[in-house]
C-alpha cells in the first residue's frame, strides 16, 4: 500500500506543473523469463532471468516472487530478477515469475542424468570481413555437455544494423546466409535457450569499381602517338610495376578499324558516323543514337576521342562558339553514363605555313576552355588531355605562337601539320600515362 501511495503522490504532483501535461508514471506491465524453453539435467541447475518492462516497453527493476508449476523442481530468488532452478524430477514444467499481478513463465524439461542436452554452439566462421553487397554463409553446430553433435533449432539474429539474414542452399535451421548492407561491426548470434554462438562481422564499404578498359578514337595523328609514342608499352610497364591490368583499345579510319590491346588490328570497325573524327562529327557520334555509340559504350570504360589537325583552323569567334556548343550537348550525354570516363582532347595544332593567327589564336582559346572549370567544373567523369598544348609553341606574342613548334615539324619547309618523332615520343608515353592516372582516380 506504501508502494502504492508514492506512485500516486507522483501522479499528483506531476499534474500541478505548469504545464498541465499529466504524465502516467510506470507501470509494470510484462516480465520475461529467459531462456525459454530451457532442458535441464536432473540433479544440476539452471539460472533463469526475469526482465520486466512498463507500459512503454522500457525496462524496470524488479524482484519477483519465483515458483515451479509441475512439480519438476525446487527455485530460489538471487535477491534481485534472477534465480536458480535445480532439477529434481524428471519431465516438463515451467518456472514462474510474479510481481504484484504481472506473471512471466518459461519451459523447462527435466532430463536424466546422461541425457544429450545443448550445451555449446560453434559457430563457422567465427569471424568474418566483407565489403557491402558481399554474402557468405555461417554454420551452427551444436554440441552436447560430452562434446557429441546434436540437432538443435536455434533462434538467428543480426546485432548491429550491419546486414541481414536468408536461408543458404541447403536450407537447414542450422546454417544462414549473411548479406552485408551497411559498413561497421556486429554479430550474428545462433540461440537455443541459454546457449548461444556467434560470429563477429566486420563490414567494409564496397572495394570501388576499377575500370581498365582504355579506348582512344583517333585518325593519323594519334597513331604516332600509339605506335612512335609506344603508349601500350609504356602501358605494359606500368602493369608489371604496379600490378595493374589496364589496356589499350584504338580505333582509326574505319578502314582500319579496331586493334586489341596486343596491337593487332581485329579485322572490325564501329562505323563511326560519316569516318568522321571532327567536332561536328564527334557531335554526331556522342548526341545521336547509333551503333558506333551503343558499341563504345559496351565494350569500353575510360574512352578519350579526338578532332585532327585540320579542326583547329577556328577561323572566327561564331566557328568557336559552334565548337563548345557542341562540346557541351555532347557533355549532356557523358553526364547521363557516370560509369564512364570520357577524355576530351584540344587539338592538334597546325603547321605555321598551314594557319594563320586568328586561327591559331581561336585554336589555343577552344583548348583552354575544354580544359577549364567552365567546361569541366562539376563533371567529374568528364577529363581534358590537353593535346594542343604539348604540340603548340606558346602563347607569347610572337608570329608563330599557337602553331605547331618548330622542333615538332615533320618538315620545315612544307605545311605538313603531322608532328614529328620526337613529338610522338612526347606526347604518346604523357597521353598513356594520363589515361591510366584518369581511369585509377575515378570510382563509379
Known sequence: MALTVGVLTTALLVAGCGSGAFVAPPELTVITVTPDPATVVQHTTQVFTATGRDQNGNVMDITPAWQVVGGIGTITSNGDNTATFTGRVLGAGRVRATQFSVQGEADVTVVATGTPVLSTIAMTPGTRTLAVGEQFDITATGRDQFGNAIDFSPTWEVEGGIGTLGLTTLATTSSRRFTATAPGTGRVTATDGDVVGETTVTVTDPAPTELTNLFFLHHSTGNGFIEEGDMRGWIAGYNATHGTDYELWDHGYNAEGLRDPSGTFVKMNYSIPGDNTDPDGLHTLWTTSNGARATIMDRHEVIAFKSCFPASAIPDLATLNQYKQWYREMRNYFDAHP??????????????????????????????????????????????????????????????????????????????????????????????????????????
Open 339 to 444: 560509369e564512364k570516363v570520357f577524355v576530351v582532347m584540344s587539338t592538334p595544332p597546325l603547321h605555321r605555313l598551314s594557319t594563320n593567327t586568328t586561327e591559331a589564336d581561336n585554336a589555343r582559346a577552344f583548348a583552354n576552355w575544354l580544359k577549364s572549370a567552365d567546361y569541366l567544373g562539376g563533371h567529374a567523369n568528364v577529363v581534358c588531355f590537353d593535346l594542343f598544348d604539348m604540340l603548340a609553341r606558346a602563347d607569347d606574342g610572337s608570329a608563330t605562337r599557337n602553331m605547331l613548334r618548330y622542333s615538332y615539324e615533320q618538315s620545315h619547309a612544307d605545311g605538313d601539320s603531322h608532328p614529328n618523332t620526337l613529338a610522338n615520343q612526347t606526347v604518346g608515353p604523357a597521353f598513356a600515362e594520363f589515361l591510366v592516372t584518369a581511369a585509377g582516380a575515378y570510382h563509379p
